[in-house]
C-alpha cells in the first residue's frame, strides 16, 4: 500500500533556522521525497544545500529540471525559479512571480496536489505575508494532509496565521514537535484518491515551460 511520500514545505522569514532544526532532526531512513521553498535573494549564491546536509544525515541539493524526485532526499527550490512537481519528476518554472516571489510557495503546494494530493503533506512554517496559504488550501482539498506551524512559536508568525485563515488543517505543531509529527504521517498509508476540485491550478507542464522573465 502506498504510504504519503511527498513532503512539501513552504517557508520564508525566519526559515533559515526552521529548516535547520527540521534537517537535524528529521530521521536518516525518512520515507519521503522534501521538497522546500524558501524565499532565497537571487542577488546572492546560496550555500543552503550545503548548511542543511552539514546539519543532518539527509541529502539535500538544489532541484535541476527534470530530476527524477528521491525518497530520503531534500530537494531545494533554487532562486529565480518556481519548484513543481508532475508525477515522479521535479519541474523549474520561470513564470511570473507568486505573492512577490519566485521562487514562490503556491505553485509547488499546487503542483503537488494536482499531481498526488492523496500521497502529499504540506508544511507551511514561518514567514511574513500569506505565501503558501491558497497552494495549501489547494492541497488539502486534493486529499493530501496539511499542516502549520503553531503561530505562536513562529519566528515570523504572519504566513502561518494567513494559512490558518485559509484553511482548517489536520495539524497545528509548535516546530521542535514538527520531526515526529511529520516521521509519522509519512509512513501513513496514503489517502484515498479524489477527483482535482475546480479552481485548484494548472498542470504544472504549462509552469515549467512558461518563458515570462521578470
Not at 46 to 66: E, M, N, R, T
Not at 135 to 149: D, E, F, K, P, T
Not at 154 to 165: G, I, T, V
Request: proline residues 12%; aromatic residues 4%.
Amino acid at each position: 500500500m502506498p504510504h504519503r511520500d511527498i513532503l512539501a514545505i513552504g517557508t520564508s522569514a525566519g526559515g533559515f533556522e526552521a529548516l535547520r532544526l527540521l534537517a537535524r532532526e528529521l530521521p536518516a531512513d525518512f520515507p519521503a521525497a522534501i521538497l522546500v521553498v524558501i524565499h532565497l535573494s537571487a542577488e546572492f549564491t546560496s550555500g543552503l544545500d550545503k548548511i542543511l546536509a552539514q546539519d543532518g544525515p539527509l541529502p539535500v541539493s538544489f532541484a535541476h529540471d527534470g530530476d527524477p524526485v528521491r525518497r530520503g532526499h531534500v530537494f531545494l527550490a533554487p532562486p529565480r525559479c518556481h519548484l513543481l512537481l508532475d508525477g515522479e519528476h521535479l519541474w523549474l518554472g520561470r513564470g511570473p512571480r507568486e505573492n512577490n516571489a519566485r521562487p514562490a510557495i503556491d505553485p509547488l503546494f499546487r503542483s503537488v496536489a494536482l499531481c498526488c494530493g492523496p500521497r502529499a503533506v504540506g508544511v507551511v512554517l514561518t514567514g511574513t505575508l500569506g505565501d503558501g496559504a491558497s497552494g495549501l488550501h489547494a492541497l488539502h482539498r486534493c486529499g493530501g494532509i496539511a499542516v502549520v506551524q503553531d503561530p505562536t512559536d513562529a519566528a515570523f508568525p504572519e504566513m502561518p496565521a494567513n494559512a490558518l485563515r485559509m484553511l482548517t488543517p489536520d495539524h497545528i505543531a509548535g516546530l521542535r514537535e514538527m520531526p515526529a509529527l511529520l516521521a509519522t504521517l509519512a509512513r501513513e498509508p496514503a489517502g484515498p484518491p479524489r477527483p482535482v476540485p475546480p479552481r485548484s491550478g494548472s498542470k504544472p507542464k504549462s509552469h515549467a515551460t512558461d518563458s515570462h522573465r521578470p
